[in-house]
Each structure stands twice: as structure tokens, then as C-alpha cells.
């Protein structure tokens, strides 16, 4: 059964760089037909797609996000990474991790971290 699940800082100041991990477990990063994605969810709004990384390693990113968000695999550790440069408050919001198959759809979610931006 495949698992995600995400780790990272609770707190990041202002104007830093943000990263978080997701670990899966039950299935390879470079299964054919799967994407790995962050989604996050700010306080009183809706869900928002960040980025996937792909099997293939290739990357796709959110246009409103794109020059500041930039994703990364470790194939060996089965892992795969998120950083959002200069965040500010806004950033403030719970982060989800999860899986598509080659249809799209998604498939599996991590439980979620909650990252908030403060000094």
C-alpha cells in the first residue's frame, strides 16, 4: 500500500527558503505512470497545486508559484522535496504531499504538515 508522509520545520522566518520532504513507502518514485505532487492549503482558502515531480524526473510547477518553488527527488531514500524560496506570511499554511497515477487522479495523501511563516 503506498504511504507518503511529510517532515519538515513547523516555523520558518520570513524571506528564508522552505523545505519539506515527503517519504514514500510501498511504491518506487520512478514507477512508471506516477507523479508526486504538493498541494497546500492556507487558512481560509482552498486547496492550492504547488508542483509534481514525475517518475521520469520531470517537473511541472504552479504558474503563480513557479519562480519561487522548485522540486527535487532522492531515488535512493525514496524521497522527494519541496522548496519555496522567500515565503513570507502568506506561505502560512498546511502542506500535503501526495500521488498521481497515470490517469491523474489522485491516489494517496500524506497527512499533512502545518508550516507557518513568522518572525
Known amino acids: 500500500q503506498v504511504q507518503l508522509q511529510e517532515s519538515g520545520p513547523g516555523l520558518v522566518n520570513p524571506s528564508q527558503t522552505l523545505s519539506l520532504t515527503c517519504t514514500v513507502s510501498?511504491?518506487?518514485?520512478?514507477?512508471?505512470?506516477?507523479?508526486w505532487n504538493w498541494i497546500r492549503q492556507s487558512p481560509g482558502k482552498g486547496l492550492e497545486w504547488m508542483g509534481t515531480?514525475?517518475?521520469?524526473?520531470?517537473?511541472a510547477y504552479s504558474p503563480s508559484l513557479s519562480s519561487r518553488t522548485s522540486i527535487s527527488r532522492d531515488t535512493s531514500k525514496n524521497q522527494f522535496t519541496l522548496h519555496l524560496n522567500s515565503v513570507t506570511p502568506e506561505d502560512t499554511g498546511v502542506y500535503y504531499c501526495?500521488?498521481?497515477?497515470?490517469?491523474?487522479?489522485?491516489?494517496?495523501w500524506g497527512q499533512g504538515t502545518l508550516v507557518t511563516v513568522s518572525s
Open positions: 515531480i514525475i517518475y521520469t524526473g520531470g517537473t
Open positions: 501526495a500521488s498521481t497515477v497515470i490517469t491523474g487522479a489522485f491516489e494517496r
Open positions: 510501498g511504491v518506487s518514485l520512478t514507477a512508471d505512470g506516477y507523479g
